[in-house]
């Protein structure tokens, strides 16, 4: 099976490199475009490319070399972070754009290889104390302190952002809190590897990647603790740290709810990929819906989302109320106990996370948005043990999910399902295109 | 479903189980532990209990003042066989497993893969967990397949 290979190779680097990872290269703000981006597109790879100020690359790749190419299906962009009110400046490429996720983080490792020095937040009850964020995700957590940037994306700037540094080697002095670690998983994805990335952009539906619990905790009846909570101040000589209440407008943002105009979402354009895969493709991410000639909303369905973030799809007569589609997913996961799924094996434990159907399956879902907006979806899967090793595209590698249930039954719609469209992600508290976010919409380019 | 009590976290924060409860008792098993381990999880949270008695198990339902709502389902004997949780922010696995955690934490060492970060699926003949969803909005369900009581479908848990 091909991608076994690339598995092994990511967990020896890890074991021997520490997961560390190259970032960027410092610049002045004189150069502070995002000419960073070394995720190349070769030959095979095909493109469709926006212009305009308000567009960045978009592009599906190998990723930083510190990942050794270890999967499939991660696009990338670079973003520039300066020094809040300087032109020092650096550029991080590599950084993967999540629709799955809300704020930007950084690996330490990668702004360490920059040059760029940001300073830690210092937490406004206790000078001598600075933030750090614990992280979860369904798999595990990351952890690392918050800093300020102005961040950079062509001709947006979200200035005096709360950025993320995930600490991927030791680089902050307070070491990651039992509390921390006893959410969910207690598997640290404190790396480069964890991530194929040299960070994560999230401009998903939400402006915080917290909101008000985190804002509002610390009352005696809601105490900050690991179930309102994930801002810590710490104390970096002492290496202790206490859940501390972080207010909406410090907490870690989407950059785009920050930048002056095109403030509303985004429009990630990925070119359609042939179903056998190829070695990439490139696109843009737009900034703005419905802001600009070159974002406009068009006749794309638009699903408005409920307080999660998510919409209802219906699939093989199951309601899936936890539905959403995230670029951060590389590929589309959807329970259907009929697909069998690939074979794991001692090289490739993973293999059972994916399906490897005998044939190519065409398959259908329906999507219904909170304004009952309803749009039925083809989709096709085939083996993941048909993809080239050397593909880093490919739009129909699907994989299981968590059997239906009664709270949060979920499709998760990957990468896979932007190939060939216009995917809008419409952020919570803004309008766009006459449409109160947060909501997804989508067309086919 | 026969009439429930509702009782407010307030109401075990004035006998003063804070803190002592979570000192003294961290080893009385959650997931596989009995009906004063429930109580003990929604003091940990600071959170709202209610109990319904339905007609295999008993419905043991803790809602945190963020919005974080954990189901545990205990046996007619009081043994918590699964829980289920959904909310904008995980609740805390190693509080709400117990003796588990350790299991938990071994088989869930090995899954962590980049693209890969929406589910974490684990089914081994002695603990199932499904830990699952995106930033702001997760959810999921841990049972141990064992001790589900006969006539008991783990789907259909409320």
């Given at each position: 099976m091909s991608h076994r290979y690339r598995w092994i190779v990511l967990l020896g680097l890890c074991a021997l490199a520490g997961c560390g990872g190259g970032g960027g290269s410092s610049s002045s703000l004189g150069s502070a475009s995002s000419s960073g981006s070394s995720s190349s597109s070769s030959s095979s790879s095909s493109s469709s490319g926006a212009s305009g100020?308000?567009?960045?690359?978009?592009?599906?790749?190998?990723?930083p070399a510190a990942a050794n190419g270890g999967t499939f299906n991660i696009p990338y962009t670079s973003v520039t972070l300066c020094n809040p009110g300087t032109t020092t400046c650096a550029v991080i490429a590599n950084v993967l754009v999540d629709s799955g996720s809300y704020g930007l983080r950084i690996m330490a490792s990668a702004l360490q290889a920059s040059g760029l020095a940001l300073p830690n937040t210092v937490d406004p009850n206790n000078a001598s104390n600075s933030i750090a964020e614990c992280l979860p995700f369904a798999d595990g957590y990351t952890w690392g302190p918050v800093t300020v940037a102005d961040v950079r994306m062509n001709g947006e700037l979200a200035s005096s952002l709360s950025v993320n540094i995930i600490d991927d080697g030791s680089y902050y002095a307070a070491t990651v809190p039992t509390s921390c670690t006893s959410i969910n998983s207690s598997t640290s994805l404190n790396s480069v590897s964890a991530f194929e990335a040299n960070g994560v952009l999230g401009v998903g539906v939400f402006d915080q990647d917290c909101g008000d619990s985190?804002?509002?905790?610390?009352?005696?009846?809601?105490?900050?603790?690991?179930?309102?909570?994930?801002?810590?101040?710490?104390?970096?000589?002492?290496?202790?740290?206490?859940?501390?209440?972080?207010?909406?407008?410090?907490?870690?943002?989407?950059?785009?709810?920050?930048?002056?105009?095109?403030n509303n979402g985004v429009i990630l354009e990925?070119?359609?990929?042939?179903?056998?895969?190829?070695?990439?493709?490139?696109?843009?991410?737009?900034?703005?819906?419905?802001?600009?000639?070159?974002?406009?909303?068009g006749s794309a369905t638009v699903l408005t989302a409920d307080d999660f973030g998510n919409f209802i799809t219906t699939f093989n007569g199951q309601t899936l109320d936890s539905s959403f589609i995230d670029s951060g997913s590389n590929g589309l996961f959807f329970a259907d106990s009929s697909i069998p799924t690939c074979t794991s094996t001692t090289q490739n434990p993973m293999a059972n996370q994916f399906y490897c159907p005998s044939s190519p399956l065409s398959l259908q879902a329906t999507n219904q948005?909170?304004?009952?907006?309803?749009?039925?979806?083809?989709?096709?899967?085939?083996?993941?043990?048909?993809?080239?090793?050397?593909?880093?595209?490919?739009?129909?590698?699907?994989?299981?999910?968590?059997?239906?249930s009664t709270l949060g039954s979920y499709f998760d719609f990957g990468l896979p399902f932007f190939y060939g469209k216009n995917v809008y992600v419409a952020i919570d508290g803004k309008t766009a295109g006459g449409t109160a976010g947060p909501y997804y919409a989508y067309i086919a380019n | 479903m026969k009439p429930s009590y509702f009782r407010p976290a307030p109401a075990l924060c004035a006998l003063g189980l804070i803190g002592t409860a979570w000192l003294s008792a961290p080893a009385a098993a959650h997931l596989g532990g009995d009906a004063d381990s429930v109580a003990v999880d929604?003091?940990?949270?600071?959170a709202q209990l209610r109990s319904t008695p339905m007609q295999s198990y008993q419905l043991h339902e803790i809602t945190t003042a963020s919005g974080t709502q954990v189901h545990e389902y205990?046996?007619?004997?009081?043994?918590?066989?699964?829980?289920?949780?959904?909310?904008?922010?995980?609740?805390?696995?190693?509080?709400?497993?117990?003796?588990?955690?350790?299991?938990?934490?071994?088989?869930?060492?090995?899954?962590?893969?980049?693209?890969?970060?929406?589910?974490?699926?684990?089914?081994?003949?002695?603990?199932?967990?499904?830990?699952?969803?995106?930033?702001?909005?997760?959810?999921?369900?841990?049972?141990?397949?064992?001790?589900?009581?006969?006539?008991?479908?783990?789907?259909?848990?409320?």
């Open positions: 100020s308000n567009v960045v690359a978009l592009v599906v790749g190998p990723g985190c804002a509002e905790c610390g009352s005696v009846n809601s105490p900050c603790n690991s179930s309102s909570d994930i801002y810590y101040s710490c104390n970096t000589t002492t290496n202790s740290c206490a859940f501390t209440p972080v207010s909406l407008t410090a907490q870690v943002r989407n950059p785009v709810a920050l930048f002056a105009s095109d990925l070119p359609g990929v042939p179903t056998t895969g190829q070695t990439g493709a490139s696109g843009s991410l737009i900034f703005g819906i419905a802001t600009q000639s070159n974002n406009g909303l948005g909170q304004n009952g907006t309803t749009s039925t979806v083809q989709f096709e899967i085939t083996s993941l043990s048909s993809l080239s090793d050397t593909f880093y595209a490919s739009p129909t590698i699907g994989g299981p999910a968590a059997p239906s | 929604s003091t940990m949270m600071r205990a046996t007619p004997q009081g043994t918590v066989f699964a829980l289920t949780w959904q909310g904008p922010l995980p609740p805390n696995l190693r509080q709400l497993f117990g003796s588990y955690y350790a299991r938990y934490q071994s088989a869930a060492a090995t899954q962590t893969r980049p693209g890969m970060h929406r589910a974490l699926i684990i089914a081994e003949p002695d603990l199932v967990v499904q830990s699952t969803g995106h930033l702001r909005a997760f959810h999921g369900r841990a049972y141990i397949p064992n001790l589900v009581p006969a006539g008991v479908t783990v789907a259909d848990l409320p």
